[in-house]
């Protein structure tokens, strides 16, 4: 009985009450008189990435204009943040852009010790630069595979897959966990790397770059990959920079702006690398773009080993009053226990000031804005996350364009629901 | 002279009803394509070639609920996406089965807030929950071999 | 191209608006100039435009809810930090040129607040200010679109805000076990 009531509830639910009034002038005037015609795409759609709703005002096959429809995944990652202490709110952060977590820890890291005006030893930030070069390989594959096949390139998915199992494999290697690894903490990395990771990695930077060429032989020079991609989502620069676009999407466009040059953070500015640039900002030079960054990615790696294996010390700071002892330390020293009890229960207060601090995300940029209480909680965090912007910029990069475009130009931003929704 | 003579003596497998429909059932589970969140990462995972889900028949994604057996409701549901999932199931055809793959789709997991559906029977039954955040792809094929032994046992009877 | 000079952007807005700019901060090497709120748009827009200044993007609009009692006239917290009202929205704007950041801030009270909208300055305000519209409850004067963002249209309340409850479900135990059962019909046992 109570089945059917429920059951009879959520079909009362279900029964839509709006009227077409309410989208008056957000959508052109034909669409009122039925000339144009109003579909929904989404929130089930096997190429929305996710959950995401598309209404799109269609003339025929020509889309009119588009009115992007999310919060099918708010998550409320903000609000939980504000309820737990800086330190176990880490977790949470995993889940929002799943596809890279670590750039996620990494942002609301360097947000954190902003805030604390915390120092991280070189080695803990040549552990970093490893892990978010890493997660920029994953995150880039699963784009790859996931365009490639809404494109209609099936195989070129399992490929990706292939090689973003290895890179997962590291993650697990250091953190235990293979997505959610909450590795990067305020203040270093969780613990140091362990002695079969260097090993692995450089076998996969071996391995790797021969893969890319594969990816390229797949897609680069394909007739009809060109075809679907050439042409197709063009964004101006100046178009870009309005609306506050990043990342490859901006780079696509030709503009040089890559925070990792920019604004360095965790040594960046030591590091030999490019940033490759677009000329005509459509489809495929965004896919040029990530292709290109694989190989960079490759560099910055080879570059980072290396270093790891001459520079040794401390991977996490030694500031006791906000980085929790090393287990080694709590058999020996009361005061190492006092610290860890107090981290472990309370916390450590944060002044009562705002800072904002952003990071390249495999996305773009990822900006965590941060307002402490004085206390152990924040008052409010904020993360700017690329693919909200990058959603929210989908009305003017599809207009004018083919139905079927639609789905290469979402694929090409590369938007990740979760990320956008928080 | 068909098809019998060019293999030979086929000869004659005798079986019940019952394990000649489950048989087929779970040979052939086509989940609906589907993803919420993470986990759908995840279930990516175990259909790409590490894992590979069509060993168990299931290399087969529909993207319709009208053609899919099995909804693997894989990541958080938020309570603006819960009617969309009850519309998914209410447009499955019969038999259909519910995974809730995760820890978030299974109990609301680490959020444990307003936006969250706290697990997923609050609107759908469902057949078996897998734990994890993300689960890894072993414990989705060990959750799905799960189904599997729960749909062979079923009777006739149950059917109706 | 001879790029200009960069200037200071607070004493070019002080030059520009004089009594607008309320107060000038600095934390962790990071400018926040706190303006009128009615004037907002006019200084963004100035900031944009001017030469030696041009913070050409919008990265990010966070508002910031000061319940239950840090901030008014009676405050004193936080090295004379300045909070007139309830609710405050930064805009994190970015100068590519000079490669730099500045926070634009302003307050809003908690009666009705309000404040006008950026979309003019910056087509990235528009989704940017509808997320604060829809979880702080600030109105934003002249925005174009002004539906919920994130949350279900039949939405009460803006769950950002701190007098909004998290909405935990409790932990079961024995006694309120039936009473969290109640919200699960389908789980069986």
Not at chain 2, 67 to 92: C, E, F, H, N, W
Not at chain 3, 31 to 59: K, Q, W
Not at chain 3, 151 to 167: I, V
Request: hydrophobic share 40%; with cysteine.
């Amino acid at each position: 009985m109570a089945v059917a009531a429920q059951a009879q509830s959520i079909e009362e639910q279900r029964k839509w009450e709006g009227s077409i009034d309410q989208l008056r002038g957000l959508v052109s005037e034909r669409a009122m008189t039925g000339e144009t015609m109003l579909l929904n795409m989404g929130p089930h759609h096997p190429s929305t990435h996710g959950v995401l709703r598309l209404l799109l005002e269609l003339d025929g096959e020509e889309i009119v204009t588009c009115l992007p429809d999310i919060g099918f995944l708010h998550t409320g990652i903000e609000k939980s943040l504000e309820d737990k202490s800086y330190e176990k709110a880490l977790p949470l952060t995993d889940r929002m852009d799943y596809l890279s977590p670590m750039s996620n820890n990494m942002s609301y890291s360097c947000a954190v010790e902003k805030l604390l005006d915390l120092d991280v030893p070189e080695r803990g930030q040549i552990i970093r630069v490893i892990c978010l070069e890493l997660a920029r390989c994953a995150s880039h594959l699963v784009w790859l595979g996931t365009h490639a096949i809404d494109m209609g390139a099936m195989s070129v998915l399992l490929y990706a897959f292939r090689e973003r199992e290895r890179v997962l494999g590291m993650f697990e290697m250091l953190s235990g966990q293979r997505m959610m690894s909450s590795y990067i903490r305020p203040g270093g990395v969780w613990r140091d790397v362990p002695a079969e990771f260097l090993p692995t990695i450089k076998q996969f930077l071996d391995d790797f770059p021969a893969k890319v060429d594969d990816y390229e032989a797949l897609l680069t020079q394909n007739p009809i990959w060109k075809d679907r991609a050439q042409g197709v989502g063009v964004v101006e620069p100046d178009v870009a920079l309005a609306h506050g676009m990043t990342g490859p999407a901006l780079r696509g466009s030709g503009v040089n702006w890559d925070l990792r040059k920019a604004q360095p953070y965790s040594g960046y500015e030591t590091y030999d690398f490019n940033v490759p640039l677009g000329e005509h900002g459509d489809v495929y030079d965004r896919y040029l773009i990530r292709i290109q960054e694989f190989r960079e990615s490759m560099k910055i790696l080879n570059q980072a080993v290396a270093r790891l294996e001459t520079v040794k010390g401390p991977y996490r700071s030694e500031n006791r009053k906000y980085v929790p002892p090393l287990r080694s330390e709590l058999g020996q020293s009361m005061e190492a226990v006092i610290h860890h009890f107090k981290l472990w229960t309370y916390g450590y207060d944060a002044p009562d000031d705002e800072i904002y601090s952003a990071i390249e995300s495999p996305r773009g940029e990822i900006g965590c804005y941060i307002h402490g209480t004085g206390a152990n909680k924040p008052r409010r965090v904020h993360f700017k996350t690329p693919s909200f912007i990058h959603i929210s910029a989908l009305p003017v990069m599809s207009s004018g364009y083919l139905l079927a475009d639609m789905v290469a130009i979402i694929g090409s931003v590369d938007i990740v629901l979760g990320d956008c929704d928080r | 002279m068909g098809v019998s003579s060019k293999l030979g003596n086929l000869g004659v497998v005798t079986t019940t009803v019952e394990q000649a429909v489950n048989w087929a059932r779970t040979g052939a589970m086509w989940p609906l394509l589907f993803g919420l969140a993470c986990c759908a990462i995840e279930y990516m995972s175990s259909q790409a070639s590490s894992y590979d889900l069509s060993r168990f028949g299931m290399e087969l994604n529909r993207a319709t609920p009208r053609q899919a057996d099995l909804l693997i409701v894989s990541g958080r549901l938020t309570r603006k996406m819960a009617p969309v999932v009850r519309q998914l199931y209410d447009q499955m055809a019969e038999p259909k089965w519910v995974i809730s793959m995760g820890d978030c789709a299974s109990c609301g997991g680490v959020y444990n807030n307003y936006a969250i559906v706290q697990g997923v029977d609050e609107i759908i039954p469902v057949d078996v929950y897998i734990a994890g955040c993300p689960p890894r792809p072993e414990q989705l094929l060990h959750g799905i071999l799960t189904l599997h032994e729960k749909v062979k046992s079923e009777r006739v009877a149950d059917w109706a | 191209m001879e790029i200009p000079a960069a200037r200071d952007p607070v004493s070019a807005a002080r030059d520009a608006f004089g009594d607008a700019v309320l107060h000038v901060k600095q934390f962790r090497g990071e400018t926040t100039l706190v303006v009128e709120a009615a004037r907002l748009p006019e200084v963004l827009d100035f900031l944009r435009v001017s030469s030696g200044l041009v913070y050409n993007m919008l990265s990010d609009i966070s508002a910031v809810d000061y319940y239950p009692e840090d901030y008014g006239d009676e405050f004193d917290g936080a090295d004379g930090d300045y909070r007139p009202g309830r609710f405050a929205v930064s805009y994190h704007i970015l100068s590519m040129l000079y490669n730099r950041r500045l926070r634009v801030k302003a307050f809003a009270a908690e009666e009705d607040p309000r404040l006008p909208t950026a979309t003019v300055v910056w087509p990235a305000a528009n989704w940017l200010e509808r997320e604060i519209a829809d979880m702080m409850g600030i109105t934003f004067d002249g925005h174009p679109d002004q539906r919920r963002l994130l949350m279900p249209d039949d939405w009460h309340g803006h769950p950002h805000r701190r007098d909004y409850p998290l909405g935990k479900e409790t932990v079961a135990f024995s006694f309120n076990e039936a009473e969290i059962r109640k919200h699960k019909p389908f789980a069986q046992n």
